[in-house]
């Protein structure tokens, strides 16, 4: 959920988790479906929410007291979940950028320009909000 929320992936469902069953029992599957669906807003996809984060279900109203819902209705504590997102946030800003003038600047295009645009907004935002 975090790390969908700061790369604009308004698409995130719970039909994207999946379980591995293996003899020695059962373990998350590889993730998949991430991407940031809020660059297409300008065509038309929705940018609300497919899962709320501590009821809110549009992304600019989601702040530090949303999470913390959030952690409450996962059965974390919420601290944890402020840890995670600020960590998460702090990790994606050390790497966007070289990403960007390293091994897309080869490609420029006007969706990964609005993908570094918008992930750079949303990690401030939720540093910001949650500070």
């Given amino acids: 959920m975090i790390f969908n929320y700061l790369i604009g992936n308004s698409d ?13 029992g059962a373990i998350l ?16 996809v929705a940018s609300g929410l497919a899962m709320k984060i501590g009821g809110e279900g549009d ?25 995670r997102i600020m960590a998460l ?3 994606i800003e050390e790497v966007r950028l070289p990403l960007f003038k ?5 490609h420029p295009c006007d969706a990964l320009y609005r993908l570094m645009q918008l992930i750079a907004e949303q990690t ?3 540093i910001r909000r949650i500070s």
């Fill in 89 to 91: 946030a702090r990790k």
């Fill in 29 to 44: 599957a590889p993730f998949y479906d991430l991407i940031s669906t809020r660059i297409y807003a300008h065509y038309g």
């Fill in 102 to 106: 390293g091994p897309f600047a080869s």
């Fill in 12 to 24: 995130a469902h719970g039909k994207n988790i999946s379980l591995l069953l293996l003899p020695e």
């Fill in 59 to 83: 992304p600019d109203g989601v702040h530090k007291r949303q999470w913390e819902l959030f952690a409450e209705e996962i059965g974390v504590k919420p601290r944890l979940v402020l840890t």
């Fill in 124 to 126: 401030e935002k939720a």
